[in-house]
């Protein structure tokens, strides 16, 4: 069979699908960032946006469709306690960012269909005949005709006629999961959306200072404890992995993008449920220097996901936090791959 498409070009590519292969042991969370005013001049900024763009004043805005404001303001980019170094979360950066709007919901297969019905859209692992499914919800019967596995993470089956219709290959279909992220589309596939819904996709830093929701320096969208009060707010994995998937969050693979609790700006699933395509280039080292709306480098081989997905576990994939970050070439495609899109104002069809 044809070489993955991840795989192409490099082995590293391969490896690095999904931020699976690469993962370190995590260490407990938690600390300052050691930059007193920066913090407080983030905390007061941050306080009141969230004053301002609570998710319930989001819901009663009328006519505003699926999109939220997410207000103009600074906040501190990745962190000076990394949990994975190597994927260049650090240091700690101020990054103002201007007013934008931002998808309140990763885009479902609904949306995604409303899309190729209109425009004959066909994605690129259509295109290509074969997209990564996860080993584990795979039939019998699809297994049995795959020979090849990415070598250092054999839970990644390239599966041909495995594609946003058919999620875990040609026998399955998505009729039970309209309201599910879509997956299995590539970088340039998530373009085409964006742009097609008259938005963009969300910068690296316009993904991250919204996935924060106005909070400072804490690890998830909601605070730094993965469950409060033993709830779960987010769909990722629970149980040993890549063997044993509980499902004690409610879901073993995706969940309705409408799933677990939105953050203070009013958006869902941005950690986990379905990792997430951002505009930027990957690279893993940063200036410690404040910026302005920046948009990653100039050029690269892959481009920057977030947010992790229904795979993830502290013990291998500690990836649903908002300062974490994995990549992926544009034209890969995998069965935990999303999106959501991001507009500097609102589309036409949303005011
Ligand atoms: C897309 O087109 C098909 C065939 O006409 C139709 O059954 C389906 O409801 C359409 N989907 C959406 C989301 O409009
Ligand atoms: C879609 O998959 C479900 C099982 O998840 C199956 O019951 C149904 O028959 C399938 N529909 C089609 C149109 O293949
Ligand atoms: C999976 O993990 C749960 C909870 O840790 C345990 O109760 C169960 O026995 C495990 N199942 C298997 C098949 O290992
Ligand atoms: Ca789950
Ligand atoms: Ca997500």
Same mark, same amino acid.
């Given at each position: 069979m044809a070489a993955p498409r991840a795989a192409r070009g490099s082995v590293a590519a391969a490896l690095l699908l999904l931020g699976l292969a690469l993962c370190v042991a995590a260490s407990e969370a938690g600390g300052a960032c050691g930059c007193s005013a920066d913090r407080a001049a983030t905390a007061t900024a941050a306080a009141a946006a969230v004053r301002r763009y609570s998710p319930e004043a989001n819901a009663q805005r009328p006519g505003r469709g699926q999109m939220v404001p997410i207000p103009a303001g600074v906040f501190m980019m990745g @962190?000076?306690?990394?949990? &994975?170094?190597q994927d260049g979360e650090w240091p700690a950066r101020r990054v103002r960012v201007n007013l934008f709007y931002m998808d309140q919901y990763e885009v479902s297969n609904a949306e995604f269909e409303k899309f190729v019905n209109s425009t004959g859209y066909v994605t690129e692992a259509e295109k290509f005949g074969d997209s990564f499914v996860f080993?584990?919800?795979? !039939?019998e019967q699809v297994k049995a005709e &795959?020979?090849?596995?990415?070598?250092?993470?054999? %839970? %990644?089956m390239p599966v041909k006629g495995a594609n946003w219709r058919h999620p875990e290959g040609p026998d399955s279909n998505i009729s039970n999961r309209m309201d599910h992220p879509v997956l299995h589309v590539s970088w340039n596939d998530a373009v085409a959306y964006c742009t097609w819904a008259g938005k963009r996709l969300p910068t690296e830093a316009e993904w991250e200072y919204s996935c924060r929701?106005?909070?400072?320096?804490?690890?998830?969208p909601w605070g730094n404890k993965l469950q409060p009060k033993g709830q779960h707010y987010a769909n990722i994995w629970q149980g040993e992995f890549p063997t044993n998937n509980t499902g004690e969050d409610g879901y073993k693979g995706s969940a309705p993008v409408t799933a677990f609790p939105p953050n203070h700006y009013g958006l869902y699933n941005i950690v986990g449920n379905a990792w997430e395509w951002t505009s930027d280039w990957w690279a893993v080292h940063h200036s410690p220097q404040e910026t302005h709306n920046p948009k990653g480098p !100039? !050029?690269? @081989?892959d481009r920057v996901k977030k947010g992790g997905s229904y795979m993830c576990h502290k013990s291998y994939c500690y990836r649903y936090r908002c300062a974490a970050r994995s990549q992926n070439t544009p034209d890969s495609s995998a069965s935990n791959l999303g999106f959501r899109c991001a507009a500097d104002n609102l589309p036409d069809n949303l005011q």
């Open positions: @962190t000076d306690e990394p949990e &994975i170094r080993e584990g919800m795979l !039939s &795959i020979q090849q596995a990415v070598a250092a993470a054999p %839970w %990644w929701g106005g909070l400072e320096n804490r690890l998830f !100039s !050029s690269g @081989t």
